[in-house]
């Protein structure tokens, strides 16, 4: 459903580790769903997708986890660097067509 | 690759006076656009969703008068803030879905409006 949050969670990680960004969709029927990266004062920058028929997919540094069972979304990223600093936000399509709904997101600090 | 322009990026405006922003589509026919709004540190929430040449959607809770949304071309729709109040201070970003492809959601770099 509609995201509403007040606080963004964070995620704190040091450069070359690893990172996993989780977000549970609400609606179990999502047929779409995508990782975007939004830096301060910008729109949404799109990172990966996925379809409901998959359930890993795997881009340049980047890996999209679905596990439908549970409704559970996650993006890995590896080796971090300090250019991913960002929030992340998942986003769930629920029918062909229609709009994309967001998760409430997750800051990531990348330290050096 | 498909691109959406959003402008203005900023604009301050007094209490009372409208606003209007607007979305293009670049290179392609966007059958659908999509506006949503942001408060910091929050996601960004659906507001509505236009079909070129047909009313708009509005999602519960946004007020139609409010917000008015033309969507008269399958490159360019806008959002009207009327009778801008402080509470409206925000950040509103579109999304066009291009005619022809399932899965391009392609997002504008959002207009970031305060009201005085």
């Known amino acids: 459903g509609e995201s509403v949050g007040l606080h963004l969670p964070t995620l704190s990680v040091q450069e070359g580790d690893n990172s996993i960004i989780n977000c549970a969709y609400s609606?179990?029927?999502?047929?779409?769903f995508i990782w975007y990266k939004q830096e301060s004062g910008k729109g949404p920058q799109f990172i990966i997708d996925?379809?409901?028929?998959?359930d890993k997919r795997q881009g340049q540094r980047v890996t999209v986890l679905l596990n439908k069972t549970v409704k559970h979304l996650s993006l890995q990223i590896a080796a971090t660097q300090p250019g991913d600093s960002a929030v992340y936000f998942c986003?769930?399509?629920?029918?062909?067509?229609?709009?994309?709904?967001f998760g409430k997101g997750t800051t990531l600090s990348v330290s050096s | 690759g498909a691109v959406v322009s959003q402008h203005p990026s900023w604009v301050i405006c007094k209490s009372g006076t409208s606003v209007k922003i607007e979305c293009r589509s670049l290179?392609?026919?966007?059958?659908?656009m999509f506006w949503y709004r942001q408060f910091p540190k929050q996601s960004l929430m659906l507001m509505a969703t236009?079909?070129?040449?047909?009313?708009?959607?509005?999602e519960q809770g946004v007020e139609k008068d409010k917000f008015l949304i033309n969507h008269a071309s399958l490159t360019l729709s806008t959002l009207t803030v009327t009778s801008a109040h402080p509470e409206d201070s925000s950040f509103y970003i579109c999304?066009?879905?291009?005619?022809?492809?399932?899965?391009?959601?392609?997002f504008g770099s959002g207009t970031r409006l305060t009201v005085v």
């Open positions: 999304s066009a879905r291009e005619l022809s492809v399932n899965y391009g959601y392609t």
């Open positions: 609606n179990s029927a999502s047929d779409y």
């Open positions: 996925i379809r409901s028929n998959m």
């Open positions: 986003a769930e399509r629920y029918q062909a067509g229609t709009a994309l709904i």
């Open positions: 290179d392609f026919q966007a059958t659908t």
């Open positions: 236009s079909n070129e040449g047909s009313k708009a959607t509005y």
